[in-house]
């Protein structure tokens, strides 16, 4: 089993900075990728993020593409979030994931194995 628990949620200003943080526990040796998902009120959770853990190569949803950057320590057991330039559309619950899965990494749902409680992001204009 792996535990994840994410950190960092708060309100912001938009036009801001903010940075969430994931640690990931357990059989983290099992893991294939990290990622993460949001879902705002009223939609469905989708795909923000992901980090593959062999060699580091990160993923962007178009949306967040050039604003958002995933960051790792050399463990590769915890992934940052930062998010600059954040829109009132970017307003949601972040929730890390992770899967020991390749396919389950590129595949486009949200059927991975492993997820945090989530941390609210509030961005005002």
């Known amino acids: 089993q792996v535990k994840l628990v994410e950190s960092g949620g708060r309100s912001v200003q938009a036009g801001g900075s903010l940075r969430l943080s994931c640690g990931a526990s357990g059989r983290t040796f099992s893991l294939f990728g990290m990622g993460w998902f949001r879902q705002a009120p009223g939609k469905e959770r989708e795909f923000v993020a992901r980090?593959?853990?062999?060699?580091?190569?990160?993923g962007y949803a178009n949306s967040v593409e050039g604003r958002f950057t995933i960051a790792s320590d050399h463990t590769r057991d915890t992934m940052d979030l930062q998010m600059d330039n954040l829109k009132a559309e970017d307003t949601a619950v972040y929730y890390c994931?992770?899967?020991?899965?390749?396919?389950?990494?590129?595949?486009?749902?949200?059927?991975?194995?492993?997820w945090g409680q989530g941390t609210q992001v509030t961005v005002s204009s």
């Open positions: 980090f593959r853990r062999s060699d580091g190569n990160t």
């Open positions: 994931a992770a899967t020991s899965s390749e396919n389950t990494y590129y595949s486009p749902s949200n059927s991975w194995e492993y």
